[in-house]
């Protein structure tokens, strides 16, 4: 069965790092903990029973409550499905503008994809001198695609 657990808006990361160890600790019957981004302030838990579930988030810091009915598949499928990592949606010859760090902003054509580390190369657009640089794939987003980028250059 499944259920949603409200937490604090940006501690979802963390209070599930603490609902698993909790879980080893305590040999309770939780099957799977998961947070997605999509869904903030919420992580969702699957468990045997609803007591497990309860048992597992009494007392953990920024953990708020159990909403009262269990989830249905059907509900979150969406979440599920859409929850690929970021290196999957992008391409070679995909320009993308950095979200952060010292580059943030900036746009840049991806050379190449490394899907095991989840990183991209790119070079940058507006560089004088074209020097490649390594980024973790969530940092970075779709201007354009590779396939519109042809079309536009012919």
């Known amino acids: 069965m499944l259920f949603a657990t409200v937490v604090t808006t940006g501690q979802e990361n963390i209070v599930a790092k603490m609902l698993v160890k909790k879980a080893e600790k305590e040999g ?7 947070v ?3 869904l903030r302030g919420y992580i969702i838990l699957e468990a045997e029973n609803e007591n497990a579930v309860r048992k597992l988030t009494y007392q953990v810091p920024h ?4 909403l009262a009915k269990p989830l249905v598949l059907d509900e979150i499928k969406h979440l599920i499905e859409s929850a690929k990592p970021p290196v999957m949606s992008l391409t070679k010859g995909d320009i993308v503008e ?4 010292a580059f943030k902003g900036d746009q840049a054509r991806i050379l190449r994809i490394d899907t095991a580390k989840e990183e991209v190369t ?6 004088a001198v074209p020097i490649p640089v390594t980024l973790k794939a969530d940092l970075v987003k779709v201007v354009k695609k590779a396939t519109d980028v042809e079309a536009e250059s012919k």
């Open 63 to 66: 953990v708020r409550r159990v």
């Open 28 to 34: 309770l019957d939780i099957f799977s903990i998961a």
């Open 122 to 127: 790119v070079e940058f657009l507006d560089a």
């Open 98 to 101: 950095v979200g952060s760090g």
């Open 36 to 38: 997605f981004e999509d």
